[in-house]
Structures are given as C-alpha cells and as structure tokens.
C-alpha cells in the first residue's frame, strides 16, 4: 500500500524537486498543497490554500478527507525568502516594517504550528507517522553579511528568527507527540540559483568545505534517511556543504 505524503509548499524550488522526486517512486501518494499549481503533472492531489487564510484551516483538513483517511509523512516546505520581492521586505533593517516582519513569521513559522494542529489528528492514524520541516542554517548561524553586498539577496532577522523557531518547534513536538512519530528538520545551506550573480556564488562558496553551494538534488539523500528511518527523531540535519563547522 502506498503511503500518502503531504508537501506544503510542493510546488515551490525546493518542495517541487521534492515532490516530483518522491512521485516517481511509484511508493507514496502525493499531496500538494500551495497557492500555486506544480508545473509538473504527477501528483495525486492538489489543494489550492493560502497559509496565511488563518480562517481556512479547517476546511483544509475536511478538502484532504474526500480522498484520504489517514495521512503518513508530511513535509513542510512553504518559506518567505531573502529573494522575496514583497514591498517593503528588501530593505534594511532600520527600515524593515513590522508587517513585512509578521508575514515572515507567519509563513516561515505559524504555518508549520497550525497544519500539525490541523492535520495531527490524520497523522495519528498512521503506524509510523514522520514530520519533516525544512528549516535553514540561519536558523542556528549568524549571516556573514559581507557577501551580500552589492546583491538583490537579503538576509533578513524575521527569516532568521522564524528558521530557529522551527528547529525549536520540532524538538518540541519529538518530545510532546506520541513515541510511534518521528519528527525532524533538515536545515539547508545557500541554495544555487540562475538569478545570482557569479560573485557571490563565489564568495559564498569560499565558507564551505565543498566550495559549493547547494543544489536541490543535495537535499533528496536526508529526505530519504528520515522517511525511511522510524528511529531518529528530534534532530537538525544539516546539509550545507560544511559552512557551519567554521
């Protein structure tokens, strides 16, 4: 029997590489949900939500019931980033509004507390039921700003406050759910994009071991090890080519 996997934010960078590698494993049903519809066609189901309609969140269980009972790993992916083109959100800090602050707390961090409160009672009725949270090694790392210099980049306090939540969050529900769930983070280093500059790349890469950034097929072998895994549980994976070890 297949397992059903629900990736919040599956269709962003990093949750639609995710899911479109899980969909062809031909093991796992795959739910979407996100406000944007993947660009690749083999899911099971998609649910059009916005995360931050605090209101909706119990119609989103009820859409998930029509085909499902139980659900076995959820994966949450949805992040306001430093590319974020959100007005006001590139700016520096003394300029930085509280609102631009809150939707990044909102998204990064309330999210992931209100669809394990959503969806908990649908996770309980799996054996071995998994949480894994994507959070970031500015979650437990200070920025080194000096290479954002001259960048369209932001690292931004409200991304780095919401990432260390996250890491926090998931210790806390290791220890406050059920001794059958696994729950974990995974959190990620710089990840490469087309749109930076090749500069920056290369001052990024000089604080990794790897002198790489990272690409998105690097996050696949901890998705792996902690879906597979019924023993670990609590833990911050990270996967960053060696950046946090200076």
């Not at 934010?9 to 899911?19: M, T």
């Not at 500015?138 to 080194?144: D, E």
């Not at 769930?181 to 790897?210: A, D, E, P, R, W």
Request: glycine share 6%.
């Amino acid at each position: 029997m297949k397992k059903i996997v629900v990736i919040v934010g599956g269709s962003g960078k990093i949750g639609g590489f995710i899911s479109n590698y899980l969909s062809k494993k031909n093991k796992f049903e795959i739910v979407i949900i996100d406000k944007f519809k993947p660009k690749f066609n083999k899911f099971d189901k998609f649910i059009k939500f916005d995360l931050l309609n605090f209101k909706k969140y119990k119609k989103l269980k009820s859409e998930i019931l029509k085909k499902y009972k139980s659900i076995d790993i959820l994966i949450n992916c949805a992040a306001m980033v430093g590319t974020n083109q959100d007005k006001g959100w590139r700016k520096g800090f003394e300029f930085q509004s509280v609102l631009s602050w809150q939707k990044c707390l909102d998204t990064n961090l309330t999210s992931i507390f209100l669809i394990i409160q959503t969806l908990l009672s649908l996770l309980k009725k799996s054996k071995n039921p998994k949480i894994i949270n994507i959070s970031s090694i500015y979650g437990f790392t200070a920025p080194r700003f000096e290479i954002y210099k001259n960048t369209k980049i932001k690292n931004q306090l409200a991304y780095a406050v919401s990432k260390a939540g996250v890491i926090q969050l998931t210790k806390w529900f290791s220890s406050y759910l059920d001794k059958k769930f696994s729950i974990n983070t995974i959190s990620l280093g710089g990840l490469s994009g087309k749109y930076m500059k090749k500069s920056f790349k290369q001052n990024y890469s000089k604080h990794t071991l790897k002198k790489r950034m990272l690409k998105l097929e690097d996050v696949i072998p901890s998705i792996d090890y902690l879906i597979s895994s019924e023993y670990i549980t609590g833990q911050n994976i990270i996967v960053d080519g060696g950046w946090s070890v200076y």
